[in-house]
Structures are given as C-alpha cells and as structure tokens.
C-alpha cells in the first residue's frame, strides 16, 4: 500500500523556539494532505487541508500564524509550529490521499510527538 | 454535519472472546466508514472500510464490520481476541469525495486479559 513517512518522530524543544515537522509520500503523489493533532487518551482533531500550490485551509480555533503550514511539492507538506509552549505539546499525524487509489482512503504517517519544555 | 459516537471508551475482553466495538454515526448522506486501530505511540493502521456494496466487509486481523443503515451503525467484531489485538480503535466517517478530511469519534481502548 502507499507509504507516507514524517519526520522527526519525536522532537523535544525549549518553549519559545520553532518545530518543523515534515509529512512525505513515500511512493505517490499527493495534491491533498491533512494534519491532525491527538492529545493523550483523546482523538484526532483535524487542524487543517493543505493543497500543493495552495494555502492551506484552518479549522476553526486553529491558529495559521502558529500552525505554519507549506505544501511546496506533491510529495511534501510541512507543518512548522512557530514559538512553541507547553500546551502545543501533542501527538502531530498526517495523511495523504493516493489519488490514483480509491477515493476513499487516506494514508497516516506514524506520527510526531512534540514536547515542548 | 457528520459525527461519530463511538460507545464506550474502554472494552475489555478474555483472550479468545468475542470483540464488539460499537460505533455509531450521523450523517444527512450516504457515508463512508471507516475503522483504523492504533498501537501506542504509533499512527493509524486502517482494518476496514465501507464505501458502496456489500454492508459486511472484512479487514485484516480478522476484523469485520456491518453497516447497518437503519441503525445508523457501523460496529467492529472480532470473533476471537488475541493479546495483539489491544490497541485503540477509531471509528471514523467521511461524506464527499477523497478530499474532504475525516471525522474521528473519540476512540476505544481494547483491553484482552489472559
């Protein structure tokens, strides 16, 4: 199946500095990614759409300025967490869509678990 | 809006019992279903899916799941747990095409006891 990869898996940062985390699809091209965060023991909350060659698309409550998002290439979307705090401190997950697959599925990198300081 | 309620937020089985994750959805159109399991401190694995068709599907690891559209309900089996099958499972529902993103309800911790 389709292979998306993210790094780093886990990332450890004094609060104020800035975390890049970068989500690639390994064996295809993907116009459409989604970012997800997951707290402790919670679901996932999807933060937001990014479109290759586009903006990306925030949901409600999310912050675009803290939350940079930067889809460049069709196999790479980076989602950089800007003058991180201890709150950010999360499970971070992407997914990719395979276009030329079923519609329907998505494919989840493993995760980044960033804990700020 | 779609949503997902996913009942119970722990279930815990004996090793060779039957595994029922319940999950229900509501949803103006015809969705998509989804059930992905995640190990700790990993990402998503998906086990199954129902898009159009047949409303019993089954995933890997011996998973199956019934879309009950009367029911609104798309609950996960298993006919026999094994110690690998502890994990969380997310329920998830998507309306539109493969662009629209998922909504996840808020998980259940499976436990099997030897």
């Known amino acids: 199946g389709a292979v998306v990869s993210q790094h780093p898996s886990r990332v450890i940062c004094k609060s104020g500095t800035s975390v890049k985390i970068e989500c690639r699809s390994l064996d295809f091209q993907a116009t459409t990614m989604f970012w997800y965060r997951q707290f402790p023991k919670q679901s996932l909350m999807l933060m937001a759409t990014s479109n290759e060659g586009s903006k990306a698309t925030y949901e409600q409550g999310v912050e675009k300025d803290k939350f940079l998002i930067n889809h460049a290439s069709l196999t790479l979307s980076t989602l950089t967490v800007t003058s991180a705090h201890p709150e950010d401190s999360s499970f971070y997950i992407c997914?990719?869509?395979?276009?030329?697959?079923?519609?329907?599925?998505?494919?989840f990198g493993p995760g980044t678990r960033l804990l700020v300081l | 809006a779609q949503s997902v309620t996913q009942l119970g937020s722990h279930v815990s089985v004996s090793e060779g019992a039957l595994v029922l994750l319940r999950c229900n959805y509501s949803?103006?159109?015809?969705?998509?279903l989804f059930w992905y399991v995640q190990y700790p401190n990993q990402g998503l694995q998906l086990l199954l899916k129902?898009?159009?068709?047949?409303?019993l599907v089954k995933g890997i690891n011996g998973f199956e799941a019934e879309f009950k559209k009367s029911e609104t309900s798309f609950h996960l089996t298993k006919p026999s747990a094994h110690m690998s099958d502890a994990a969380e499972y997310f329920c998830?529902?998507?309306?539109?095409?493969?662009?629209?993103?998922?909504?996840f309800g808020k998980g259940t911790r499976l436990s099997v006891i030897a």
């Open positions: 997914s990719a869509i395979l276009p030329s697959g079923p519609q329907e599925t998505q494919y």
């Open positions: 949803s103006s159109v015809p969705p998509y």
């Open positions: 129902y898009t159009t068709g047949a409303t």
């Open positions: 998830a529902v998507r309306v539109g095409s493969g662009n629209t993103p998922l909504v």
